[in-house]
């Protein structure tokens, strides 16, 4: 199996900056560049919902509509890592960060247990 650990979060004002990360780690052959990474958000109340998907080679990036030209996602394949820089950081954006992998071969789905970012002056 994989595993997914979050880290970075915590309380920043408006207009402020804060820097996600998820470390992967797995059995005996694991290939970190063979999967899929993207980081969801979900605040209380509400479905959970993806904020950003980058490809294993990480050429190609997708984003929501709300987080377009402030978020980046990134990954090291080298540090078995993926990140997220969010700028500009608004109150909507206040959530449960989460950091999933995808191994298309299989349609494997793994999940980490999140990370609290809140975002309040």
């Known amino acids: 199996q994989v595993q997914l650990v979050e880290s970075g979060g915590g309380l920043v004002q408006p207009g402020g900056s804060l820097r996600l990360s998820c470390a992967a780690s797995g059995a005996s052959g694991f290939t970190f560049r063979s999967y899929v990474m993207s980081w969801y958000r979900q605040a209380p109340g509400k479905e959970r919902e993806l904020v950003a998907t980058i490809t294993s080679a990480g050429g190609s990036t997708n984003y929501a509509d709300s987080v377009k030209g402030r978020f980046t996602i990134s990954r090291d394949n080298a540090k078995n890592a993926v990140y997220l820089q969010m700028n500009s950081l608004k109150p909507e954006d206040t959530a449960v960060y989460y950091c999933?992998?995808?191994?298309?071969?299989?349609?494997?789905?793994?999940w980490g247990q999140g990370t609290q970012v809140t975002v309040s002056s």
């Open positions: 999933k992998a995808d191994y298309p071969m299989t349609w494997a789905t793994y």
